[in-house]
């Protein structure tokens, strides 16, 4: 049995998903001598450094912040070793070198977001719900070489329910996740844990999501376009070219209409419609170019259709 406060912790990580493990962590009680996290970057109009999230929260308690630009550089490998961890553990944060995440004599631990091996990848949440999938989950497993395929520690199954879109599932995600990060320190403590090796096989990928997958591909059926507007909201959002500007769609519902023409806009009964391959989807909330987001009825309040309408499926 190891002693909690012996433990010495190192935690990576980044964005707000990232805090809350690091919070509940310390709420805790467990010894998080440092904390490595993405240097300040310049941002919004007048280009001002900002701080990531795990940075801004990591100063509050006094922790050691590392910000290294080049994982293997001798400096940070030199600042990292002083730190003599115990353990690490990695949440949304860039790929280690195997000298980073191989040195602690414990190892070093992910909490992933997803119910691996499925939905390996920078995006697990988003492809998720575009996929269409019902259920989801979160799993900490020990770094290997491989990206995301290391031996199992814990795991959780999550629903997602057809309200869900990408921000609600995230903060589901994140606070289930903190719970089964420190789970898994408790297992750790013990040292009686039983690791779970991941099955080899062909399992769905979470690539990191571009623009061009943000671009909605109208010849789909209207469930495929509702799952990814859901998969993409309210963030990077997908979107559509209407009259040659951008609109991007956070909320549609699927209608019962029968299509008209793929990519066809309409305006029935003050609603907005867009023919997919089989049904008319319905437009709730909606950002056009230049505009803040807003519900489709205030849009058009100064929207007009005078001509056949085609939203483009192309760039």
């Not at 989950?137 to 290997?144: D, N, P, Q």
């Not at 062909?202 to 376009?225: G, M, P, R, Y």
Request: one cysteine or more; aromatic letters at 8%.
């Amino acid at each position: 049995m190891i002693d909690k406060k012996n433990l010495r912790i190192v935690f990576f990580g980044t964005p707000d998903f990232a805090v809350a493990s690091l919070k509940t962590i310390l709420e805790n009680h467990f010894n998080v001598v440092g904390v490595v996290t993405a240097p300040d970057k310049p941002a919004g109009r007048g280009y001002e450094l900002q701080q990531s999230a795990v940075k801004k929260f990591a100063s509050e308690q006094g922790l050691t912040i590392l910000q290294p630009v080049n994982l293997k550089s001798d400096d940070f490998n030199k600042a990292l070793s002083d730190l003599k961890a115990d353990l690490q553990i990695v949440i949304a944060f860039r790929m280690l070198p195997e000298k980073v995440w191989s040195s602690p004599r414990l190892g070093t631990f992910n909490l992933h977001a997803s119910y691996l091996p499925n939905y390996r990848g920078a995006a697990p949440i988003n492809w998720a719900i575009i996929n269409g999938e019902t259920s989801t989950g979160i799993t900490t497993f020990f770094l290997k070489h491989e990206i995301d395929t290391g031996s199992i520690l814990l795991q959780e199954s999550t629903p997602i329910l057809p309200t869900d879109n990408v921000g609600t599932l995230h903060d589901k995600l994140m606070h289930q996740g903190a719970q089964l990060v420190v789970k898994s320190l408790e297992l750790i403590l013990t040292e009686t844990y039983a690791l779970k090796e991941q099955i080899v096989g062909d399992f769905k990928h979470a690539s990191k999501i571009f623009t061009e997958h943000c671009l909605i591909n109208w010849s789909q059926s209207a469930e495929q376009v509702h799952n990814l507007v859901r998969g993409l909201s309210p963030f990077p959002t997908a979107f559509a070219i209407v009259k040659g500007k951008k609109l991007k769609i956070f909320e549609t519902e699927i209608t019962d209409l029968k299509a008209y023409q793929v990519g066809q806009v309409e305006i029935i009964d003050k609603a907005l419609l867009i023919s997919c391959s089989d049904k008319k989807l319905k437009l709730l909330s909606i950002q056009p170019e230049g505009k803040k987001r807003m519900p489709v009825a205030d849009f058009l309040n100064g929207f007009r259709i005078t001509e056949p309408t085609i939203a483009q499926s192309v760039l």
